[in-house]
């Protein structure tokens, strides 16, 4: 009874999040910033001593990494492809719902895990101040290596190793806290006017609100919770940043009256990069659960367990929400099991196949960031 009972806790931890183990004996993280990063830094006018802010989007499966400059305003260093997130768009609401979280989360020195078994980590500090004034539940929510997530965000292990060097310099230098922007998508006109109908949208206006200040001024916006909201800098929108907002709502607008559709993208279980995508459907699998692929250089490398590869294989499935006489929008976002049975069924439309990224987020561009 007693081991049935231990088994049914250390499964149900699993779940709960990506849970880890410290590992000892290796060096890992210790190892240099790559030379090539280095000569980057140097051309954007920054050095590894300077502070550092992350964004994360999980639609486009990227994390940029920005560099602060003399000048006091972050300058973009680089993105990183997502080899693996879990859940939907949205936040996480709960204890094992797979959600990897969206909001303004602050990293510290104490979240750092130089010993992970998930090759490197840090844990982004959910949940904070707003998770908890909603009630939110759930714990050890990271960024690491490898390609497998229960509501992280999984780098592949070159990849981690390059931004734990950079975040761990950082921390050398005397910042004492790193802020991680999480977002379900870019926060562009296009992207609002087709998720106009989602169940966040509310929310993630929120969040565009810090993403608009930090897009106009180049400084981290000041976080705060007031109302059960997020509130920036005070609550004292700045002027760019209420011009840029009036902007975008008049573009929302105007691709909404053109015939832009509300959609809702449904996901098997998260995604990832396409670049990842285009490589697994490329190769062959090496071990269950796990994938060798090719790099442009045609070297072998493992990107290691992939979770649940299954859900990734045909992508998200585009929804086209029905708007009925009323106004209102035939709700799809409902499970398979509940959805209600409707006359006029929402249109699945395949998301067409990505097409080749321009620059830093070209496939090649993206296996460079890897390497």
């Known amino acids: 009874m007693l081991r049935k009972l231990s088994l049914c806790v250390v499964l149900a931890l699993a779940l ?16 240099p910033i790559p030379p090539a990063t280095v000569a980057l830094m140097t051309s954007k006018g920054v050095s590894a001593s300077d502070p550092i ?55 510290t020195p104490g ?31 990271m960024v690491h290596g490898q390609c497998s997530s229960r509501g992280c965000y999984a780098m592949t292990d070159e990849a981690m190793s390059e931004v734990y060097a950079l975040t761990r ?48 001024s180049g400084e981290a916006p000041r976080v705060s919770v007031a109302g059960g909201k997020y509130v920036f800098n005070g609550g004292q929108a700045s002027a760019a940043a209420a011009s840029k907002r009036a902007q975008d709502d008049r573009q929302v607008a105007e691709l909404v009256a053109k015939g832009t559709p ?31 692929v090719l790099d442009a250089r045609g070297s072998r490398s493992k990107l290691g367990e992939v979770s649940r590869p299954d859900a990734l294989a045909s ?28 006359a006029v069924p929402p249109r699945i439309l395949p998301l067409p196949r990505p097409a080749a990224l321009a620059d830093a987020r070209s496939r090649d561009g993206a296996l460079r960031a890897l390497r």
């Open 315 to 342: 992508g998200p499935r585009e929804i086209v929400l029905n708007i009925e006489p009323s106004g209102r929008a035939k709700s799809s976002s409902a499970s398979r099991a509940q959805a209600p049975v409707q």
């Open 111 to 141: 979240a750092m895990n130089p010993n992970s078994s998930l090759y490197l980590s840090f844990n982004l500090g959910y949940p904070n101040e707003y998770d908890r004034e909603h009630g939110r539940t759930g714990a050890h929510i």
């Open 16 to 31: 709960s999040a990506c849970q880890e183990a410290k590992l000892g004996g290796s060096n890992r993280h210790l190892a």
């Open 262 to 292: 509300a959609i809702r993208l449904a996901y098997e279980d998260g995604g990832q990069h396409p670049v990842f995508r285009e490589l697994l459907n490329g190769s062959s699998a090496a071990g269950e659960g796990s994938f060798a």
């Open 169 to 216: 310099e950082a921390f050398a230098s005397g910042q004492r806290s790193i802020q991680f922007q999480s977002f379900p998508f870019r926060m562009t006109p296009e992207n609002l006017a087709k998720h106009r109908r989602d169940p966040h949208i509310a929310f993630w206006r929120n969040l565009k609100e810090g993403s608009d200040e930090f897009d106009v």
């Open 53 to 107: 802010l992350m964004r994360s989007y999980k639609k486009e499966a990227e994390v940029e990494l920005w560099k602060k400059a003399a000048d006091g305003k972050y300058v973009h260093l680089k993105t990183y492809p997502i080899c693996r997130w879990s859940g939907q768009l949205g936040p996480k609401l709960r204890e094992g719902d797979r959600q990897a979280p969206e909001g303004f989360y602050d990293v």
